[in-house]
């Protein structure tokens, strides 16, 4: 009786030691983000006014004081030293307004020639599906990552698209949530409150 026992017994004895011995493979790498880095959004632009020449709204009041991890390698940066001038761009890959007025803000980070800096801010999004529409649209301009609405609740954005006019000495001039802003309407905001005239 013993023997038919152990018979029985080691096969499965053998299944088990094989089982621990495999070893899960290792997750799959993130697909790199088309974005580019953030650590340049703490200098001001290099070819930028010292001092804005454009008009505020009557709320220069500075960027919040949040700390938002880069969309490309997770450096936290801290809106409070972010320095203009500066369009912030908050949007989401479900917002479909979001995704019609993108497409206007990369032209604008491509004309700037170093006037201003162009950031966006993905809000209360997926990181996949934000990844995907970076990619389907061509989206470069360096992007924060803010799953948790911290920008939109700190500048008291209803909802989104919203975007913020932020001056050389990293004040708010002004915030617009008209809905999505064309190639036109984005370059007189920023010429009114930024002073900055960019190419057509």
């Not at 006014?49 to 454009?54: F, I, K, L, Q, V």
């Not at 001056?167 to 007189?188: F, M, P, Y």
Request: with cysteine; proline share 11%.
């Amino acid at each position: 009786m013993k023997r038919p026992l152990a018979g029985l017994l080691l096969p499965l004895l053998l299944l088990t030691v094989a089982a621990c011995g495999r070893s899960d493979p290792a997750p799959e790498p993130e697909p790199p983000a088309p974005f580019a880095d953030c650590a340049a959004l703490t200098t001001a632009p290099s070819a930028g006014p010292a001092d804005s020449g454009g008009k505020p709204d009557g709320s220069t009041r500075p960027l919040p004081d949040v700390g938002l991890p880069c969309f490309t390698g997770g450096a936290e940066v801290s809106l409070a030293a972010v320095r203009g001038p500066a369009v912030v761009n908050l949007w989401a890959a479900w917002c479909q307004p979001c995704r019609k007025e993108l497409p206007a803000f990369q032209r604008l980070a491509e004309r700037a020639g170093g006037q201003l800096h162009v950031i966006g801010v993905d809000t209360r999004d997926d990181r996949d599906d934000a990844r995907d529409l970076a990619g389907e649209l061509g989206l470069t301009f360096p992007t924060l990552f803010d799953p948790g609405e911290k920008l939109r609740a700190g500048v008291a954005a209803p909802g989104l698209p919203a975007t913020v006019f932020v001056d050389a000495q990293g004040r708010v001039r002004h915030l617009d949530v008209t809905g999505a802003l064309d190639d036109d309407k984005l370059a007189a905001l920023v010429e009114q409150h930024l002073g900055v005239v960019v190419p057509a």
